[in-house]
């Protein structure tokens, strides 16, 4: 099992910025691509950022721009440098972890964005 903490989540107001991190601990064998989901109230969870161990990325257009995925692959933490917030962030943000083809999520951290 792998563990997925994630920390930094909270509230801010619109303009403003928050970055996000994800601890992993546990059976790590060798995590390749680490992501950044979030979920609003009565939506569906989608694809905020992604990053590949080598370091591509990949982000959903709503954040391009405002947004940036980093990762530390010695310590297997990804984080999330989240610029210019809008109200519509505001979400449930989970980290996910591809431990060798087996997928792990964090708790998740709210993240609220104030108008």
């Known amino acids: 099992q792998v563990q997925l903490v994630e920390s930094g989540g909270g509230l801010v107001q619109a303009g403003g910025s928050l970055r996000l991190s994800c601890a992993t601990a546990?059976?790590?064998?060798?995590?390749?691509?680490m992501a950044w989901y979030r979920q609003a109230p009565g939506k569906q969870r989608e694809l905020v950022a992604a990053i590949t161990r080598g370091g591509t990325t990949n982000y959903a257009d709503s954040v391009k721009g405002r947004f940036t995925i980093s990762r530390d692959n010695a310590k297997n933490t990804v984080y999330l440098q989240m610029n210019n917030l809008k109200p519509e962030d505001t979400a449930v943000y989970y980290c996910?972890?591809?431990?060798?083809?087996?997928?792990?999520w964090g708790q998740g951290t709210q993240v609220t964005v104030s108008s």
């Open positions: 996910n972890a591809d431990n060798l083809g087996y997928y792990y």
């Open positions: 546990g059976n790590i064998i060798y995590i390749n691509t």
